[in-house]
């Protein structure tokens, strides 16, 4: 094992060279923020603010993260709000406007007083930062469903590298919801797990995660990079890692190797380890 972790440490410190100007910037520039109540939306969306409105600055901050197939109601900000697309696509529309689709890079100018509406797509996480006056926002009808999904799915135009971004993001989030059942489909039947206290199989890990006695509570991902060869995927994370260990919350920042493997036209996590950023410069050097 001690072989196959020290290959796994040369295979990334190598790729990270050769990547490095392809390196995609992925995940939450802030905190992720508390998962908001299913009031004014569909599906899971968080929230964290980041600067509150004063007397000086007229406007508050957050950032908000959606899951795939999120979407807020239709409402109105009456003093107008700018979203600026950090990460994954969108959905934005005006009353009365087509729908447009948004992607990492966009702003939006959401005016005063306009009902709109605004979402993940249905197999896409979406990340924004939003600077909106204080004025209560006006919360109307949820969006339907024919509404939604009359736009055509562009899982299509993601690439290979994209998707296994984006399906990493969705494993951190079961992760995060000890959604064993989600988890189970994803692993290959031979998958291993390399963590810093040992290293055990599918059956283990996921019985580790479904009693709870190592919790991955929240997952901030700050860098990540992708390598496919055929029908293998090699994925390394720079995370954040907040959990609780057998009772106590630890929070370590970590350099996560994943490996996939494609089966039956759907790609199996075959293999994952963690290790933490001090051990990876101690290699370094």
Known sequence: MKNLKKALYSTFLLSAVLSFQ???????????GEKAANVHHIGDVWLSLVSGADSIFQ???AEATFAPGARLNWHIH????????????GYYQERGKPMETVHKGDVIKCQPGVEHWHASTPDSWFTYIALTAPQPTKWL?????????????????????????????QKWQWMADKNVD???????????????SGTWNKARELEIIKTGSIWYKQADVHDVAVEISDDTGVLWNRITLSSNVRGNDVTVEFTVTEVYKKQADAWKLLALTFSSVRDTHEIEH
């Not at 390196?23 to 992720?32: D, E, L, N």
């Not at 009456?78 to 696509?89: A, E, F, N, R, S």
């Not at 989600?182 to 810093?196: G, I, N, Q, R, T």
């Open 22 to 32: 392809t390196v995609a910037q992925q995940g939450f520039i802030f905190p992720k």
């Open 59 to 61: 406007y508050g901050i």
């Open 182 to 196: 989600e988890l189970a489909k994803l692993f290959h039947d031979d998958s291993k797990f390399v963590h810093m």
């Open 78 to 89: 009456p003093g107008g709000q700018q979203l600026l697309i950090t990460d994954g696509v």
């Open 141 to 169: 009808e949820q969006v339907p469903d024919e509404v939604y999904f009359s736009r055509k799915s562009e899982s299509s135009t993601l690439t290979t590298e994209q998707e296994l971004i984006e399906l990493s993001k």
